[in-house]
């Protein structure tokens, strides 16, 4: 399994629409970097935040409702205060090819601030918005910036494709759009 570069990359996006928006070149100048990277896309942050509500009940990902989360909108810098934990989503829209796997990481501008951007992997054949996880285990609260970067994309392609691409399959992330709670396939 090989990492793919930005000339592999570029070319996906324009002829197969694997990103949308797609920017050819990192920008940088004045925000955390985003676009195309040498070995990677940095995407953007959304600028939908669900806030965890403090409860001292059981957390259960079988059982998530919106209910259990706090609901903002912002296209200014979101704070996220110490223990904190969020969920947004990517500004980018990706439709993966069925013999590439992707691997969400966070940036290490964010990472040198103590935020954790939970890895997050994208299966062979998935399309949809990342939903992002975040948190702040440190003392101190960090501030977050919509529609500046917040993770990079990795690109690993296989040597064939799969048997059970994430399209095939009824995968029950699909085409999300926004931030997608847990879900149980029932």
């Known amino acids: 399994m090989a990492i793919k570069n930005d000339k592999w990359i570029?070319?996906?996006?324009?002829?197969?629409?694997?990103?949308?928006?797609?920017?050819?070149?990192?920008?940088?100048?004045?925000?955390?970097?985003?676009?195309?990277s040498s070995a990677g896309y940095d995407l953007r942050l959304g600028t939908t935040f669900y806030h965890l509500k403090e409860s001292n009940q059981l957390f259960d990902p079988k059982q998530q409702?919106?209910?259990?989360?706090?609901?903002?909108?912002?296209?200014?810098?979101?704070?996220?205060?110490?223990?904190d934990y969020v969920l947004s989503y990517s500004v980018e829209t990706f439709n993966i090819p069925e013999d590439i796997l992707v691997l969400v990481i966070g940036k290490s501008t964010y990472a040198r601030s103590?935020?954790?951007?939970?890895?997050?992997?994208?299966?062979?054949?998935?399309?949809?918005?990342?939903?992002?996880e975040l948190s702040n285990p440190t003392k101190r609260p960090i501030q977050v910036y919509p529609n500046e970067g917040i993770a990079q994309c990795l690109f690993f392609q296989s040597d064939e494709t799969t048997d059970m691409?994430?399209?095939?399959?009824?995968?029950?992330?699909?085409?999300?759009?926004?931030?997608?709670?847990?879900r149980i396939d029932k």
């Open 10 to 36: 570029s070319r996906m996006a324009h002829e197969h629409n694997m990103i949308t928006p797609f920017v050819d070149h990192q920008e940088r100048h004045g925000v955390i970097s985003y676009g195309l």
């Open 65 to 83: 409702t919106k209910n259990d989360w706090t609901v903002s909108e912002s296209t200014y810098p979101v704070i996220l205060f110490p223990n």
């Open 165 to 182: 691409p994430y399209n095939k399959k009824g995968g029950k992330y699909m085409n999300q759009s926004g931030v997608t709670i847990a």
């Open 114 to 132: 103590g935020l954790i951007v939970n890895v997050t992997p994208g299966e062979p054949g998935w399309s949809g918005q990342w939903t992002l």
